[in-house]
Structures are given as structure tokens and as C-alpha cells.
């Protein structure tokens, strides 16, 4: 069977099949993914994400500026953010900014700077953007590496809650969509990096990089975002 993509365990098997493509999961993370021989071509994908980006940017204004408002309310000082696998417009920008808050913005297809990912940040958003991993072990240690301690990993992705109702789950006919997580997925990532996690919806999952001191975090109020 496939190797996963994620955790690297090669005793993956075959979770679900279609006429367009197979999917698999793994025993070890219980990450459910695609077969790559079905992933898009590269401008197909690019031309899909510019057909569906309008929907999104509501949305995602709204999810960045809640997670700044929770995030300083933790620190004093200006914050200084990557907005990742998803670009804002500019309008949102100005709003984040007027308070003091830079907010930086990558993405692989429509702003590809990476000068962006040798920096670190006090806080990163991934809005809709985990589904689209194609290597998720490779964007996940990316992202550990971009986060300073104490900071958090805003993580806005269906959560596959009901495995044996996968074949009437909309969230899988997305060809975009490659890479399905349950919570156990994010359970072992958080283990094996040393993370703290936390289940904030089914659609929110905040993970926070050890700050190495003593200094307790009131996460209740991460929960509203």
C-alpha cells in the first residue's frame, strides 16, 4: 500500500473508492488521504482556487481578525502574524493594521515569497488550507519551525467525526481536497511535537508552541473564534 503522506507508515490500506479516485488511511495517524495519481495538475488547481476565492474572503477576515483580538489580549506588545495558504485582501490588511498588528501573507500559488518562511511568528492562520496538503508532513513541520514559542497555530479544517459515514460526506467530493483529518490526527501531531492542543469546534483546532516558561495561558477565550 501508499506510504502516508503524514506520518510516514507504510501500513496504510484502502479506505474509500470511487470512479475519480482512491483514498487511504493510516493506523498510525488516522490521517485519510488520496492517491497522488489523482491529484489535479497544478493550473487546474490554481484556476479552481481563483473560481472559489471570493466565497472565502468573509469568512476569513472574520476568522483572522478574531484570532488577533484573543491573541493580543495575551500580549501587550504588536503582533506580527503569517497568514498561510490563503490571501486576504487588502482591505482586511488595512483593518489588522490600524492596530499595530503586521500581518505577513504566503501562499504557494499567489504570493509565493519565501523570504516569509525563515521568520518566525507570534501567531499562524490556516484557513481551509490543511484539506489541500498534498505533503502534510512537510507543511507541518514547516509550520512548528515559523511559530515563536508560546505562539499559536489557528488551524480552520472539517474534521472527519463519522468515518463510517464517509460516502455521504460533501467535504471529500472537493477534488482539491487530498488530505482528511480526525482528532486523532491532530492528537498525534501535537504529541510527537510537544504541542498543547485544543479542539475548539469541529472546525477549529488551536495548537500552541511550548513557551518554555512557567507562564499559564488562559485558553478559554481562544475558544470564540
Given amino acids: 500500500m501508499l506510504r502516508c503522506p503524514l506520518c510516514h507508515n507504510e501500513h496504510t490500506s484502502l479506505f474509500y473508492q470511487d470512479k475519480k479516485r482512491s483514498l487511504f488511511t493510516c493506523p498510525q495517524c488516522q490521517l485519510i488521504f488520496s492517491d497522488a ?3 489535479l495538475l497544478p493550473h487546474v488547481e490554481k484556476r479552481r482556487y481563483q473560481q ?10 472574520q476568522f483572522l481578525q478574531s484570532l488577533i483580538q484573543e491573541c493580543a489580549q495575551q500580549n501587550a ?5 503569517l497568514n498561510f495558504g490563503r490571501i486576504a485582501k487588502p482591505d482586511t490588511l488595512e483593518a489588522i493594521s490600524i492596530y499595530g498588528h503586521k500581518l505577513s501573507q504566503y501562499d504557494p500559488f499567489f504570493a509565493p515569497d519565501h523570504s516569509l518562511l525563515k521568520q518566525e511568528y507570534d501567531f ?4 481551509r488550507v490543511f484539506e489541500h496538503f498534498r505533503f502534510p508532513s512537510r507543511e507541518w513541520s514547516l509550520l512548528c519551525k515559523l511559530l ?5 497555530l489557528a488551524i480552520n479544517t472539517k474534521i472527519l467525526t463519522e468515518p463510517e459515514n464517509f460516502t455521504k460526506w460533501h467535504h ?9 483529518y480526525q482528532r486523532p490526527t ?5 504529541q510527537q511535537a510537544g504541542f498543547k492542543l485544543l479542539f475548539a469546534s469541529n472546525d477549529l483546532i488551536l495548537v500552541q508552541k511550548p513557551s518554555g516558561s512557567d507562564i499559564k495561558r ?8
Wanted: hydrophobic share 30%; net charge positive.
Fill in 186 to 190: 491532530f492528537e498525534f501531531l501535537a
Fill in 77 to 81: 506588545q504588536p503582533l506580527t502574524g
Fill in 148 to 152: 515563536k514559542p508560546g505562539a499559536w
Fill in 218 to 225: 488562559d485558553q478559554s477565550s481562544l475558544i470564540n473564534l
Fill in 124 to 127: 499562524i492562520s490556516c484557513y
Fill in 52 to 61: 472559489n476565492s471570493e466565497k472565502y474572503q468573509k469568512p476569513l477576515a
Fill in 37 to 39: 495519481h489523482s491529484h
Fill in 172 to 180: 471529500k467530493n472537493n477534488p482539491t481536497h487530498v488530505s482528511f
